[in-house]
């Protein structure tokens, strides 16, 4: 996972998490690219990323593959779930935890709101 954080801390927060997005889609989709030939980076009704996105993605991928020794269609079910999981933290860990005082205040300040609705 160590070679993960150090591609995307390379990138902004935006980008990281367009690059977990599209590397956990190609995870994901990874077992059936033989019979589904869609790439991974085009969705119906959205628009394409950046070729950087694209790259950076495409570099997280082969970081793993060299790190498990096998492509990511020969993955075992452990290991989908291991990177899944990893993937998972990492794009938890871009948004910063709430404090305490952040979250009363937030919450006193919507307690106002809802007091002085017509």
């Not at 969705?43 to 993605?57: C, D, F, L, V, Y």
């Not at 794009?91 to 009363?104: E, H, T, V």
Request: hydrophobic share 35%; proline share 2%; net charge positive.
């Amino acid at each position: 996972m160590n070679v993960l954080t150090e591609i995307l801390n390379q990138l902004s927060k935006e980008d990281a998490r367009s690059v977990l997005y599209y590397l956990s889609r190609y995870l994901k989709q990874a077992k059936f690219f033989s019979e589904y030939t869609k790439d991974i980076f085009e969705e119906h009704g959205k628009t394409i990323p950046a070729q950087s996105i694209r790259n950076e993605t495409l570099r997280c991928v082969l970081a793993i593959e060299e790190l498990e020794g096998a492509k990511m269609n020969n993955f075992s079910e452990k290991t989908f779930y291991k990177w899944a999981g990893a993937i998972d933290k990492l794009d938890n860990k871009l948004d910063p935890k709430i404090s305490r005082q952040a979250k009363f205040k937030a919450q006193a300040f919507l307690k106002t709101i809802e007091q002085h609705k017509y």
